[in-house]
T-cell receptor, first 114, second 113 residues
Framework: DTGVSQNPRHKITKRGQNVTFRCDPI?????LYWYRQTLGQGPEFLTY????????KSRLLSDRFSAERPKGSFSTLEIQRTEQGDSAMYLC????????????FGPGTRLTVT | DAKTTQPNSMESNEEEPVHLPCNHS???????IHWYRQLPSQGPEYVIH???SNVNNRMASLAIAEDRKSSTLILHRATLRDAAVYYC??????????????FGKGTRLHILP
């Protein structure tokens, strides 16, 4: 297994456009998390899934954001009508909570909204 | 969520030990102390965690104060590849817990060759 993968690694979009990011967790990991990180700050929690169920959403996740994990494997994070303030690194992590507290992070998708 | 306090940045010479401090005076009895680090242009990675006793693994050691209000991450022999932001995090233990990670700003560790 090669770890958590995220695509694309970089995305440049114009304000008002929609973007979608994909996260492929480590296989058999039942929890999947999304975080957002802006320059000079630590990652901020956005949402997480246990299998296909979305169990928690942060207040940071406005109505323009939606995340899915339809079959309990990969996940997508969509941002509609992007704003310049959405520019950030979007990180995905996965874990097998019954085994370990450890979360395994992907390399992130860097979004730039122009 | 319980808070941690870390220095913004630290410097160390290559091949010397590094002691990264963390204060967590409001820690509760059910909180584990976790450390993650984030290398440049990468996602965070787990380093170590502990509850009460000192812990060692291949990456680092974690020394926990007797009153658990502070801890120190120890890198025994720093290399240039250890230059990263180090995050000290409190996480509750127990079964179906809310286990999202609350990151602070961490300590940016610079290694001098």
């Amino acid at each position: 297994d090669t770890g958590v993968s995220q695509n694309p690694r970089h995305k440049i979009t114009k304000r008002g456009q929609n973007v979608t990011f994909r996260c492929d967790p480590i296989s058999e990991h039942n929890r999947l998390y999304w975080y957002r990180q802006t320059l000079g700050q630590g990652p901020e929690f956005l949402t997480y899934f246990q299998n296909e169920a979305q169990l928690e959403k942060s207040r940071l996740l406005s109505d323009r954001f939606s995340a899915e994990r339809p079959k309990g494997s990969f996940s997508t994070l969509e941002i509609q009508r992007t704003e310049q303030g959405d520019s950030a690194m979007y990180l995905c992590a996965s874990s097998l909570v019954e085994v370990s507290y450890e979360q395994y992070f992907g390399p992130g998708t860097r979004l730039t909204v122009t | 969520d319980a808070k941690t306090t870390q220095p913004n940045s630290m410097e160390s010479n290559e091949e010397e030990p590094v002691h990264l401090p963390c204060n967590h005076s409001t820690i509760s009895g059910t909180d584990y102390i976790h450390w993650y680090r984030q290398l440049p242009s990468q996602g965070p990675e787990y380093v170590i965690h502990g509850l009460t006793s000192n812990v060692n693994n291949r990456m680092a050691s974690l020394a926990i104060a007797e009153d658990r209000k502070s801890s120190t991450l120890i890198l025994h022999r720093a290399t240039l590849r250890d230059a990263a932001v180090y995050y000290c995090i409190l996480r509750p233990r127990g079964g179906n817990r809310d286990d999202k990670i609350i990151f602070g700003k961490g300590t940016r560790l610079h290694i001098l060759p």
